[in-house]
């Protein structure tokens, strides 16, 4: 198929090249020509690295079909555009992904302890005009390239609006959060509903749970197997089979913060032959 994907680059690229790895994919950049060679998917032709800012409008264009990258900027770029409802981007996705943890994104209104009163006439440093003209309508707002805490930090606005992951930055400046405005979760996104794409979303996702969770698998005694299953999680029901024995094989996934105590009452109700395993996805 003759579809482009469009990834992130900067801080994000790393993240997100984990995570297609964790599905099977095999992402290479080509040297700084922004092309990426994508292996283990013919659904794309090709791929290609992007400034998140500029992967929205690339799709709305039709430059290019899918892509990740963070609501921010998908939000950003539908209200400068001054897009139509029924033109939107595709939200196939919300991915739990972030440059540093596994947490959405957060688009701030920071300032200084001596910033002045948000109802008096007050300048605004902001990375998202757009989305900072829509909540403040009757504000002086200046467009900021980054940096934006040194901005506010040195008294040249009296606010800046940008994203905070850990709130580390707005510390280190001596700076504080005035309002929330959006959670920004990374998204996985598209210019058509194709159901190919529905799919990858859902294998992306489901790779970002697998993270929490793992499998294991184990023998049992048939008349030790109802107090097993009475204790197994499972996100439905546990798989279970017949051996030659006729003794029972289980499996089932169940998250890692239950899996220690998980196995010390399975090795008391008399499993045998436990194997636990990490998981690549889940995909319901």
């Known amino acids: 198929m003759n579809f482009t994907l469009g990834l992130p680059n900067g801080s994000m690229q790393q993240p997100v090249f984990d995570l297609l790895a964790r599905i099977g994919l095999d992402i290479r950049p ?80 920071f300032g200084r302890p001596d910033s002045p009163p948000l109802t008096q006439d007050i300048s605004i440093s902001s990375e998202y005009p757009a989305i900072t003209q829509k909540h403040y309508p009757n504000t002086q707002i200046s467009f900021s390239h980054g940096s934006t805490e040194i901005k506010v930090a040195m008294k040249q606005f009296d606010y800046g609006v940008g994203v905070a992951e850990t709130g580390s930055s707005l510390r280190d400046n001596g700076l504080q959060v005035a309002e929330e405005i959006m959670v920004s979760p990374t998204m996985f996104v598209a210019n058509k509903c194709l159901p190919e794409f529905i799919a990858l979303g859902d294998l992306i996702a489901g790779a970002l749970e697998a993270e929490s969770h793992q499998l294991i698998k184990m023998n049992i005694d048939p008349q030790q197997k109802e107090d097993v299953l009475e204790v197994l999680p499972a996100l439905r029901a546990p798989t279970i089979g017949i051996l030659a024995d006729q003794s029972c094989a289980v ?15 399975l090795r008391t109700l008399g499993a045998t032959d436990i194997v636990v395993q990490n998981v690549n996805a889940i995909v319901g």
């Open 251 to 265: 499996e089932t996934i169940v998250p890692k913060k239950q899996t220690t105590d998980l196995l010390i009452r």
């Open 30 to 109: 080509s040297g700084r020509s922004g092309q990426v060679a994508i292996g283990g998917l013919e659904l794309f032709s090709q791929a290609v690295l992007m400034r998140p800012q500029d992967i929205p409008l690339a799709l709305l264009q039709g430059k290019i079909d899918s892509a990740i990258c963070g609501l921010d900027c998908i939000v950003e770029t539908e209200l400068a555009e001054k897009v139509a409802a029924n033109t939107k981007i595709k939200r196939l996705q919300e991915l739990d992904l972030s440059r540093n943890t596994r947490q959405s994104m957060r688009v701030i209104l």
